[in-house]
């Protein structure tokens, strides 16, 4: 053990100096005690002396530093592909029974002296035993096996990556496995032979939908092997057959996209499938079909957009809200007087209304008694502080504290995480197209979200600019600034998009319900395979709006056919829930959920999620060495196919991986953390008192 010196850094003269008075004060203490024999006053001197010089010695804090050598085990990561396609038999490769011999020879148990981690790989990796490969994975995901071990490569020597490369989940990893400091080493399962098949590759679609609408799908069609063929390709809702068309391929392999246009008519979760009529020397049928969901919501998002003076904004805004097909816009434009560009509306269960400029008196407008019950936003056109309706003083978030109008910019306040419409692409506020406002401004509601202030000539005031609210089941919004013309038709890109992308937000969080269930609870996802476990997740607050943790979730799960089965969710603890189903049949599924607290029922929800028995995996069957390959030449590891398990071992052998590794653990100690030296402290001014009592000293 080496003395390394003290934290308390003081010249080494001021601790002698320091250490000489305290040996001088302990002698000084006993000087005048002549009574005593000099053998005890020395001994009470060297007591006290010796205590004060610890305690001294403690209070620099010396440590001092140790090492040791010892021999540490390599560690290697093991990512094992459990994916639905490794268990396809096809030419030479017998799906889980070749898997489970290429692990069978690599015997892991045999390797001395070597910690193994073992992965699953999925959509997500998590911690896996090699006897539970299953082949039940509906997605491979190779990005999350080398962003894992970009995260543990100091805790491991090198990963082994046991896959068939097909990805069918995130993105490719080739990229980042450059970035890796240890050799990653990959093994090939499954098979390179091109067979003759179609399949449908993909399907894009939006998963949600209106009713009265007309709902775009394009479906991306594979094959290999079936030059100059045609199939039938049809859209259908159970048996029945929506839509189809006839794809003909010219070359050996080829995709060829296909667009289908489907009449949403009634609203909720439904079930679609895209079918490609099977061709004669398929290698297989089952990837010639894909299921697909939408979920139909109750028709459009119904706005009225009453503008009472001609400005380039209203245009703007106008053409903002059209971009979105979700959104039913009707418009009302005032000339004076009592004039409009269009007739007055009929409709008047509108989901948002927005006054775009203050309205005049005297105007007979018939959407003002509903106005005070329905979602608005109020765009300013002008500095007028006197809206001259009773019913629309509703609309007032901001008030301007005076009428000088004046070229400004904002100044964002809250955060992107802090409020929904401001999810917004990244961009410069102070580098935009000025807007115009007045510059003093005070919120009205006291229970108003400022969202924006003014900034006016580059210096950030507190005069609020953009106001939300949120008021039992009503929303509304306040947009003090106008000009908004010149970012939508900006020439910059950047401010375009920004803009466009704020309005589109503001738009759509003031129409949309506040979200006020006590239980909320959804499906991991809309659509399961068959080969995996449903989840659905819940969280409860209580009556209060606390997390409710205690509480019990009861689900019943109702089938087709009409069977039901009852299930309790797991507590996660702070108000979340979890509930892990068993395998499920093909087919839609409903699910009724209701929250208790002891015999208080708190609330009731429901929800629907598919179970289809097509799986992305069987689309694309054939072997990529090329992915395997990059990932293992670009981190300074080696490619193997699974016969070639043998060699293995002994290439990372050659490499020094399986090698026992010399660490040195270094140690370093620091007295004044130890007990002992307080009780010497202690026992030595302990000593001193018992020999002053000894010798009768005060």
């Known amino acids: 053990m080496d003395f390394q010196g003290f934290q308390h850094i003081l010249p080494p003269v001021v601790i002698i100096l320091l250490s000489i008075a305290l040996v001088v004060l302990a002698w000084a203490s006993y000087r005048k005690f002549s009574s005593i024999p000099s053998i005890g006053r020395w001994a009470l001197i060297s007591l006290r002396g010796s205590a004060l010089l610890i305690v001294l010695l403690l209070l620099l804090n010396p440590y001092f530093y140790s090492s040791r050598q010892v021999d540490v085990k390599p560690s290697i990561a093991v990512f094992l592909d459990n994916s639905e396609s490794i268990?396809?038999?096809?030419?030479?490769?017998?799906?889980?029974?070749?898997?489970?011999?290429?692990?069978?020879t690599l015997n892991f148990d045999a390797i001395p002296d070597v910690e193994f981690r073992f992965f699953a790989i999925g959509e997500q990796i998590s911690n896996f035993d090699p006897d539970s490969l299953n082949a039940s994975e509906t997605q491979t995901n190779l990005a999350e096996p080398i962003k894992s071990i970009l995260e543990m490569e100091e805790q491991v020597q090198a990963a082994l990556i046991i896959s068939d490369g097909?990805?069918?989940?995130?993105?490719?990893?080739?990229?980042?496995?450059?970035?890796?400091?240890?050799?990653?080493?990959?093994?090939?399962?499954?098979?390179?032979?091109?067979?003759?098949?179609?399949?449908?590759?993909?399907?894009?679609?939006?998963?949600?939908?209106?009713?009265?609408?007309?709902?775009?799908?394009?479906?991306e069609i594979s094959q290999s092997g079936f030059a100059n063929n045609t199939v039938i390709v049809s859209v259908l809702s159970g048996d029945e057959v929506l839509n189809e068309q006839q794809v003909s391929f010219d070359t050996d392999n080829q995709v060829k996209q296909v667009q289908f246009e489907l009449e949403l008519t009634e609203e909720g979760l439904k079930q679609y499938e895209v079918r490609a009529t099977p061709l004669p020397d398929e290698w297989t049928e089952s990837n010639n079909s894909r299921l697909f969901t939408i979920d139909v919501l109750d028709s459009k998002v119904k706005i009225l957009h009453a503008a009472f003076q001609i400005h380039p904004d209203v245009k703007a805004i106008r053409s903002v809200i059209n971009e979105d097909e979700n959104n039913d816009l009707s418009t009302?434009?005032?000339?004076?007087?009592?004039?409009?560009?269009?007739?007055?509306?009929?409709?008047?269960?509108?989901?948002?209304?927005?006054?775009?400029?203050?309205?005049?008196?005297?105007?007979?407008?018939?959407?003002?008694?509903?106005?005070?019950?329905?979602?608005?936003?109020?765009?300013?056109?002008?500095?007028?502080?006197?809206?001259?309706?009773?019913?629309?003083?509703?609309?007032?978030?901001?008030?301007?504290?005076?009428?000088?109008?004046?070229?400004?910019?904002?100044?964002?306040?809250?955060?992107?995480?802090?409020?929904?419409?401001?999810?917004?692409?990244?961009?410069?506020l102070n580098d935009t197209p000025s807007l115009y406002s007045v510059l003093r401004s005070e919120t009205s509601d006291l229970q108003s979200t400022a969202l924006y202030s003014i900034n006016f000539d580059g210096i950030n005031t507190e005069s609020p600019a953009i106001a939300v609210l949120e008021q039992g089941n009503i929303r509304r919004s306040h947009v003090l600034p106008w000009g908004w013309y010149k970012w939508v038709q900006s020439t910059n890109s950047m401010e375009r998009e920004y803009a466009s992308t704020f309005i589109a937000n503001l738009v759509s969080w003031t129409s949309s319900d506040p979200d006020n269930r006590k239980l909320r609870i959804a499906p991991a996802k809309k659509t399961f395979s068959t080969a995996e476990a449903p989840v659905i997740n819940a969280s409860l607050r209580n009556e209060r709006g606390d997390p409710e943790a205690e509480g019990i979730i009861e689900v019943q799960l109702n089938s087709e056919a009409g069977t039901a089965r009852s299930f309790n969710m797991e507590s996660l603890g702070n108000g979340n829930y979890s509930l892990t189903l068993p395998r499920l049949s093909e087919g839609l599924y409903s699910y009724q959920a209701t929250a208790r607290k002891g015999e208080r029922e708190i609330e009731s929800q429901s929800g629907e999620f598919l179970v289809s028995n097509s799986s992305s995996e069987l689309t694309n069957t054939?072997?990529?060495?090329?992915?395997?390959?990059?990932?293992?030449?670009?981190?300074?590891?080696?490619?193997?196919?699974?016969?070639?398990?043998?060699?293995?071992?002994?290439?990372?052998?050659?490499?020094?991986?399986?090698?026992?590794?010399?660490?040195?653990?270094?140690?370093y100690t620091f007295p004044v953390r130890s007990f002992y030296w307080f009780a010497i402290v202690?026992?030595?001014?302990?000593?001193?008192?018992?020999?002053?009592?000894?010798y009768s000293l005060p």
Request: proline content about 4%; cysteine-free; hydrophobic content about 35%.
């Open 622 to 667: 054939l072997r990529d060495d090329a992915l395997l390959k990059t990932i293992s030449a670009n981190s300074g590891g080696r490619f193997f196919t699974y016969k070639e398990a043998s060699a293995v071992w002994d290439s990372l052998r050659a490499a020094n991986v399986l090698q026992t590794r010399t660490q040195t653990v270094e140690n």
């Open 332 to 428: 009302l434009t005032w000339l004076g007087g009592n004039r409009y560009v269009e007739e007055m509306p009929e409709e008047d269960e509108f989901n948002l209304i927005i006054v775009h400029g203050t309205p005049p008196s005297g105007l007979n407008l018939s959407f003002l008694s509903t106005i005070t019950d329905t979602p608005t936003i109020f765009f300013e056109l002008n500095s007028r502080s006197d809206l001259g309706y009773e019913e629309i003083e509703t609309l007032r978030l901001l008030t301007p504290q005076n009428n000088r109008v004046a070229q400004v910019r904002l100044n964002q306040i809250l955060d992107q995480d802090e409020q929904p419409i401001l999810e917004l692409p990244e961009i410069n």
């Open 166 to 219: 097909i990805i069918t989940f995130g993105r490719n990893p080739s990229i980042n496995a450059a970035n890796s400091s240890i050799p990653l080493y990959t093994i090939a399962v499954g098979d390179t032979s091109s067979v003759r098949d179609v399949s449908i590759s993909n399907i894009l679609t939006n998963t949600t939908g209106y009713t009265n609408t007309n709902h775009i799908i394009e479906a």
């Open 682 to 694: 202690l026992l030595l001014l302990g000593s001193e008192w018992l020999l002053r009592k000894y």
């Open 87 to 104: 268990g396809i038999t096809k030419g030479e490769y017998e799906g889980l029974s070749s898997y489970n011999q290429l692990l069978n």
